[in-house]
């Protein structure tokens, strides 16, 4: 049972436009999500993270939104650049279980020029 | 060196070779961990290492070994692997308790032939 789902599995946006990328999550006891961003034979990169005590994260173009109540996060990515093309991941964690983070399958973004 | 590293970038192997993955960092994390990312799918945990023990397996085949000899460390034991083994293979590290999350190599691109 996947506990951490992207449920896009790509998304094409326009140059200069909004990117979205939702993720959803079913365990209540994570308090803390990251969005890692992989280009292609690379390991994933660190993006963004939001805290649960929070409901937005803001990092330049890129902001992260928490409702905890939907148990729902999205990346927002303003304005959507050719380079930002990559896979996109969220992943959850609890403080109060184990030190792992659960990983989405990841969304494909595609911007294009 | 800095971050975590990979070696082979790449890895052609016979079904019935045996090679070994390896990943050192430098980071000074107390965990280390094996991410297994084929198309399509999610990032697949196989195995998480704290304090140089093995505290995950992740129901992996007995073909994948690891090997944590120390806290910068860590080996993948690969024998007798099948054609549906090709992967990128991710390692990662972190310092349990923190919300750094991950940083993680740049993979291994293995293909079983």
């Known amino acids: 049972d996947q506990q951490v789902k992207q449920n896009s599995p790509s998304l094409s946006v326009q140059e200069g436009r909004i990117s979205i990328l939702n993720c959803d999550y079913t365990n209540s006891m994570f308090d803390y999500f990251l969005w890692y961003k992989k280009y292609p034979a690379e390991g994933p990169t660190f993006l963004i993270s939001?805290?649960?005590?929070?409901d937005k994260n803001e990092d330049g173009r890129f902001t992260v939104f928490l409702n905890k109540s939907a148990k729902h996060l999205s990346l927002h990515i303003v304005p959507s650049q050719p380079g930002d093309s990559a896979v996109y991941f969220c992943?959850?964690?609890?403080?109060?279980?184990?030190?792992?983070?659960?990983f989405g399958t990841g969304t494909r973004l595609k911007v294009l020029a | 060196e800095t971050g975590v590293t990979q070696t082979p970038r790449h890895l052609v192997m016979g079904m019935t070779n045996k090679k070994s993955l390896k990943c050192e960092q430098h980071?000074?994390?107390?965990?280390m961990y094996w991410y297994k990312q084929s198309a399509k799918k999610p990032l697949e945990l196989m195995f998480v290492y704290s304090l140089e023990e093995r505290v995950e397996n992740n129901s992996v085949p007995s073909r994948f070994s690891p090997e944590c000899p120390n806290s910068s460390h860590l080996f993948l034991h690969l024998h007798t692997l099948q054609p549906e083994d090709s992967a990128l293979y991710l390692c990662a590290s972190s310092q349990t308790g923190t919300y750094y999350g991950y940083t993680f190599g740049s993979g291994t691109r293995l293909t079983v032939v």
């Open positions: 992943a959850a964690y609890s403080t109060s279980g184990t030190y792992k983070y659960i």
């Open positions: 980071l000074g994390h107390n965990a």
């Open positions: 939001i805290s649960s005590i929070k």
